[in-house]
């Protein structure tokens, strides 16, 4: 017999198997019991969470031989063909690959027939949303006035693209991602049944990577079974999953918590040199601090934070060591890295920018915590005076202030510091603007613009850079880099041109007495030569 997948074996066959659901399938039950049937219904949520099924089941309960019932027998005629696919009652159709309008015109001719057995025929058309504007238009007429011995039941992940005027004539059914703990029962359940010895720590892991789908999640644990024969362990599950075990995840928080930056890049070094994806990581690791915002604020549920007890007194430990404002920048530095990565920069200098940021960061209050403390603050003040310290005044060289800006300053040595990074990451983008940002150096800050000198003789480098296509670029990429919105001036300076390598000078010589055009347009427009290669 040919092997049957488990999201395809394990179907659901009534309402009560549906997990996740209830509030769809208990007003169903109750249209059934009390015969009020719409002609129509819209059934939307993300994939693999059961649209379909439900359809399937709706209608079987209305065309069962011992029905209408809420829940179908599943042994007559009638509910064996629509489970098989083969009732001629029950029409399925894909609306991604019958979308157009000839496909329409042929169903409203055949609903005017009568059902050939059961009560009802019903049309399920899935991704209904992938209709043509001409086929919805034909599908409208029949929609305000169907036969009465027909109903419409429309699946799709996009109801936005659906027509509000095909949307009015509608119920409409929300179906919601299944949660993580009713999934895991489910896996649970699934693996007694079809004998799969696995340890219960994997379902978690299986729950999550299917983010909400059960149907995802059968076909994981399904492709897990094959892998692993006698026994599916937990690293098995991770490292064909690609994620990140939970030691690792609380490894870096606490080298995050203790502020060791060094700890960090020989962490990011690790991870990296070990296959592991670096956006991945990220999101597990936002995941995590977003667990330990949630348990700081109080919340240490399980159906809240998903994960074992044992785990979440770990979470809540690491929670009492940060104070709120310090999780909110850390979740900002994280989500920052992760708009960078999917901005197709480097991920190896993503991840240990982020981490430097992440473990030298100062300790951070929240507005609330402050204002909680005000009372203790002025009651120390009326028992002792505060001495006022003069603030050191600001070297010309590290900050100049903007007074006709109220914009936060920037440190120069941090700029000299990103800079170059930002000439790397822009080489991924285009090498050329790289090579001009290269001839260039932060020379001062005046405000959140920093001033890039360039030396006189390389005019045409300023001019190109200056390019607002460019300079948006760079000034986007350098923002994200240092975390801060940030400008650029690119000046004129007496800086001296960088010395060439003395294999450039010896072609830049030999150019200029074999190829004078070449050499005129290098003095003309400012060009360096920046990789040299000879001939045999």
Known sequence: MAYVPFARKLRPQDFDEIIGQEHITTTLKNAISMERLHHAYLFTGPRGIGKTSTARIFSKAINCEKGPSVKPCNICPTCKEITAGSSMDVIEIDGASNRGIDEIRNLRETIKFSPSKGRFKIYIIDEVHMLTTEAFNALLKTLEEPPL???????????????????????????????????????????REERINIDEDAFLYIAKASDGSMRDAESILDQIASFSKDKVRLKDVIESLGMIDQETLFKTADIIINKDTKAGIHLVDEILNSGKDAKQFLVELLEHFRNIMIAKSGIVSDEIISLPKDSIERIKKQADSLSQGDIFYIISIISNGLRMVKQLLPERIVFEISMIKLTSRDSIVSIEEMLSKLPEIKHSHEEKPLLKKAAPAPTPETIVQDKDSNAATIDINRARD?????????AVKRMSISSYLAEGEPDSVKGSTIIIGFPKELNFHREVLEGKQNKDAIEQTLSQIMDSPVKLSFVATDRKVKELPSQANEIKKEIKSKEPIIDSALNIFGGRIFKATRNP
């Open 418 to 426: 990103a800079w170059p990074i930002l000439v790397k990451a822009m």
């Open 149 to 191: 011995h027909v109903k419409f039941i429309f699946a799709t992940t996009e109801p936005h693209k659906v027509p509000a005027t095909i949307l009015s004539r509608c119920q409409r059914f929300d179906f919601r991602r299944i949660q993580v703990k009713d999934m895991i029962a489910k896996l649970r359940d699934v693996s």
